[in-house]
């Protein structure tokens, strides 16, 4: 493969990384899946992936490629490197909320990986080299609808409170049938309450996220108080999706 580069700003990176890690595999039997792949969506866009076979996270963030190729693999232990390094430098000036650093993924015909970071004002590089995660990665992004599903079932639900129901612990010991966990349950209930099960034994409520409009967001004829730019899609499944 001849040199591909990809160049972006460190907050997207940082915070799209972050994102789609929640996805990434920790099966050391599926080494494939113990990374994230970026893609090259067009000249002006990269596609961050990660799958564990039943999540798929997706994040684009705005990047400017040149060279040849589709795309490569950061290792997990490069994710986390990167995403803490990218929290660091915005911790250590808070300047960078106007301006940000230029990152820039460099991969090589040996497949090296050259990862430079400059600072918006004084110009300062910081930098590391490895190698790019090695396999053919499954063609995840496959699995997303190129638009959104017109559902009655549609709710949008604060992401923070589910997160807390997602901690709650079985009550029951786990045996080798369960140890992925019981699954939990979403039960759309139009604007009412949504109901929240884990097994049958646990039952929560959560209130649907208020839109523009004033009311509960279970349409997509109505939009969230902020928009984002880009948006990560879980899909989840009881047996794997690939």
């Known amino acids: 493969m001849n ?5 972006t700003v460190s907050t ?3 915070n799209g990384l972050a994102a789609v890690s929640v996805a990434m595999s920790k099966d050391a039997t599926v080494p494939v899946l113990d990374a994230v792949r970026i893609e090259r969506t ?51 000036d808070r ?7 230029l990152v820039t993924l460099e991969v090589g015909s040996d497949e090296r990986l050259s990862v430079s970071a400059q600072h918006p004002y004084d110009g300062t590089e910081a930098s590391f080299t490895t190698l790019v995660s090695p396999g053919d990665y499954p063609r995840v992004e496959r699995l997303f609808p190129d638009t959104l599903p017109q559902s009655e079932g549609m709710v949008a639900l604060n992401p923070a409170f589910l997160a807390d129901f ?5 009550i029951r010991p786990a045996t080798a049938k369960d140890a992925k966990g019981t699954p939990m349950v979403i039960h759309p209930n139009g604007a009412k309450p949504v109901l929240v099960t884990v097994g ?15 009311k509960p967001v279970v349409s997509t ?3 969230l108080p902020n928009d984002a730019e880009w948006i990560t899609e879980l899909l989840d499944a009881s047996t794997p999706i690939l």
């Open 200 to 214: 049958d034994w646990f039952t929560g409520l959560l209130m649907p996220v208020i839109g523009t409009s004033g």
């Open 95 to 101: 300047r960078l909320t106007t301006h940000d650093y």
């Open 166 to 170: 997602a901690k709650v612990k079985d």
């Open 42 to 92: 067009d000249d002006n866009t990269a596609t961050l992936l990660a799958t564990d076979r039943y999540r798929v996270a997706r994040v684009r963030i705005p990047a400017r490629w040149t060279g040849e190729g589709t795309g490569f693999q950061i290792a997990a232990a490069d994710v986390k490197r990167l995403i803490a390094d990218g929290k660091a430098r915005i911790a250590a």
């Open 3 to 7: 040199n591909l580069t990809l160049r």
């Open 221 to 223: 004829a109505d939009t």
């Open 12 to 14: 997207e990176l940082t």
